[in-house]
């Protein structure tokens, strides 16, 4: 692991670190900050996944989570998006698809299956890096993410409902399958088959039978997005009808940005803090 930088930061560290990834076949890049409890022992890990043109840096820089991250005692990780690089088959100039837009899942078709494994990458690798060099309580994990990020948020946890013991979403992807930047997406990493496509949608995975203890979700108002693309009336319904406990926050006036989540970002922290046991 090569450390790109380090900051100190509300009496934490705010560093940025690249390695060269077996499940990408690429070098990724990372962020994490270490907040001031865990020179004192390994502290609870919150892990964010971000959305759709972005990397580690747009919530490291516009996020805001540092103060209530050390205030918390969390450690807060920040992965890419998506494998990077010339190698790395792409979609110049669509913004839905391809580098910045890997949707958190293990692509099965042809360019894509070589090098666009994020699903794999966090919940595996990526998760065996954090464990060995930082002080980090594997035992107390949550995760949380903004729109494309939410939609990976919600899936892993969904699939993972004992490692995590907290999820929460700014403005999720709730119904990726059906949803209009989405579903094209799915396709092209995932093939035809539609059945293929439920492992990656919480929607239909709920339907499907996997369960978490709750969710915590916070939705602008005045999102372009909210009724095209995001959705949250459908996971709403769904996890209704499985009898999963949902907070469902409509923010008044609020849109998709880093505005947006920087809001509210203290409460997702404090949210999960309070369940991963500070």
């Not at 406990?245 to 404090?270: C, Q, V």
Request: hydrophobic share 40%; charged share 20%; net charge negative.
């Amino acid at each position: 692991m090569e450390t790109i930088s380090t900051a100190k930061s509300h009496g934490g560290v705010q560093g940025v670190y690249r390695h060269q990834s077996k499940t990408t076949s690429t070098p990724m890049t990372f962020a994490v900050f270490v907040p001031p409890p865990a020179a004192d022992g390994p502290v609870p890990v919150l892990w964010y996944l971000s959305g759709l043109t972005c990397s580690h840096a747009n919530v490291m820089e516009k996020g805001e989570y540092r103060a209530a991250a050390a205030a918390q005692g969390v450690i807060i990780v920040a992965p890419d998006t998506s494998p990077r690089g010339e190698e790395v088959a792409d979609e110049p100039g669509n913004w839905q698809f391809g580098s910045g837009a890997g949707f958190y899942l293990d692509a099965t078709q042809a360019p894509y299956a070589t090098h666009y494994r994020m699903y794999s990458y966090i919940v595996e690798e990526l998760t065996a890096l954090i464990a060995a060099e930082f002080p980090a309580d594997m035992s107390r994990q949550g995760i949380f993410g903004h729109s494309m990020g939410g939609h990976g948020a919600l899936t892993i946890a969904l699939k993972h409902p004992d490692r995590f013991k907290s999820c929460s979403a700014f403005a999720p992807i709730t119904e990726p399958s059906t949803a209009d930047w989405s579903r094209p997406a799915l396709e092209k990493y995932l093939g035809t088959d539609a059945r293929a496509w439920r492992a990656y949608d919480a929607v239909a995975l709920i339907e499907d039978g996997k369960r978490f203890p709750e969710f915590l979700v916070d939705q602008g108002s005045a999102d372009p997005f909210l009724e095209t693309g995001l959705r949250p009336q459908l996971l709403a319904a769904a996890c209704a009808a499985a009898s999963i406990p949902l907070t469902l926050n409509l923010r008044e006036g609020y849109d998709h940005s880093y505005f947006f989540i920087s809001t509210f970002m203290a409460d997702h922290i404090a949210w999960h803090a309070a369940r991963l046991g500070r």
